[in-house]
């Protein structure tokens, strides 16, 4: 399927490559909540205009556990709609999706957002674990978060770490994933794949992730990590003129007693200076071959991220159904959910009529 490009913040914009005649119809289970029907292709539904920042507060914060944590959320919308989950990067938190998840609601989608391990409220059920931030683990924390709430399948939609989780749960969990939303598209890696250095323009915009691989960067990002988070926030998205308070509600998850330590290991595991754990191995050696998602997917791009990304033509042969690419313009960085709420949600809508 060819990929199409958009231009613009209007909805009207968009172009949509190759919907299906129909959606697949959904079957309600006693067991397992949000598999309630989906409008068929027909009937989709156009997100009205909201202007970013419109939110500043989610209606519902609550606590689970799940797994090996306790894991903060946001929820909204309908307890018996279709599921969708939305999930935050480095340095950003939940309320990325603030303005996201009551389109989505309102919408009749059962709107689940949690904060990574390592954020916000979520917190480790026992001292002793490791703080461990490899990849599989961070996925399967989002697997046993859909056990705890007896959720068998959604629509998973991310950016950054969050993007490269969902495309870890599309492409080892595909029955648990109806469709994925992914900001800067195919994001699975691997240590080994990293060892290959770059050229010194692409490994530039990689400067913190080096800085974290020496003591004087740990203690520099426990010391400065709300100047260090509006550094990356100013980088990433140069276009996006976030104000103070918006800052202070996503920095306050970074107080967080794990934080530090979550985002130093993940960040030394990518490049092989810090090791995981031993019962992640088989995942991992899963995911250094690079699996391809055969969901349906759409993959969105701003127009003015900062951050590192590839050409949507470099990932274009991972996603192997059906498959559409946007490119959000208007100054759209890399903070895409909360930079351009509508054009998200429009897309976490959209995938599940592929």
């Known amino acids: 399927m060819e990929q199409t490009k958009s231009i613009g913040m209007s909805r009207r914009n968009f172009t949509i490559a190759g919907l299906s005649a129909g959606a697949a119809l959904l079957t309600p289970s006693a067991l397992f909540a949000g598999e309630s029907q989906l409008p068929s292709n027909a009937d989709a539904l156009e997100v009205p205009a909201v202007r970013p920042g419109t939110n500043t507060s989610f209606a519902s914060l609550k606590q689970i556990d799940a797994g090996i944590l306790n894991i903060g959320y946001a929820e909204a919308g309908p307890a018996d709609g279709p599921v969708v989950l939305l999930l935050h990067g480095w340095p950003y938190d939940i309320y990325s999706f603030v303005d996201v998840a009551p389109l989505l609601a309102s919408a009749g989608y059962r709107v689940i957002v949690p904060y990574l391990r390592g954020y916000g409220t979520t917190r480790f059920l026992s001292s002793d674990a490791f703080r461990n931030?490899?990849?599989?683990?961070?996925?399967?924390?989002?697997?046993?978060?859909?056990?705890?709430?007896?959720?068998?399948?959604?629509i998973i939609g991310g950016f950054d770490w969050g993007a490269r989780t969902a495309d870890i749960i599309a492409a080892l969990w595909p029955e648990r994933c109806k469709a994925v939303v992914s900001v800067s598209g195919y994001l699975i890696g691997s240590p080994e794949a990293n060892k290959k250095p770059l050229p010194p323009k692409a490994e530039l915009v990689w400067w913190y992730q080096y800085?974290?691989?020496?003591?004087?960067?740990?203690?520099?990002?426990?010391?400065?990590?709300?100047?260090?988070?509006?550094?990356?926030?100013?980088?990433?998205?140069p276009k996006w003129n976030f104000d103070d308070a918006t800052f202070d509600r996503t920095a306050a998850s970074f107080d967080n007693p794990d934080h530090v330590a979550i985002v130093i290991h993940d960040y030394r595991w990518r490049i092989g200076l810090a090791a995981g754990e031993s019962q992640y191995d088989d995942l991992e050696k899963r995911l250094a071959e690079s699996p391809t998602?055969?969901?349906?997917?759409?993959?969105?791009?701003?127009?003015a991220n900062g951050a590192a990304h590839g050409d949507p033509p470099s990932y274009r042969q991972k996603f192997t159904g059906k498959y559409a690419n946007r490119i959000i313009g208007g100054g759209i960085g890399h903070n895409l959910p909360q930079e351009a709420p509508v054009e998200f949600a429009q897309a976490v809508i959209d995938v599940g009529h592929l």
Do not use: C
Not at 211 to 237: H, M, P
Not at 293 to 303: F, Q, R
């Open 133 to 154: 931030a490899q990849q599989s683990a961070v996925a399967l924390d989002i697997i046993h978060l859909m056990d705890a709430l007896k959720v068998k399948e959604a």
């Open 211 to 237: 800085y974290f691989a020496t003591e004087r960067g740990r203690v520099g990002y426990e010391n400065y990590r709300r100047d260090f988070a509006k550094l990356i926030w100013q980088t990433a998205s």
């Open 293 to 303: 998602i055969s969901v349906p997917a759409i993959t969105l791009e701003g127009d």
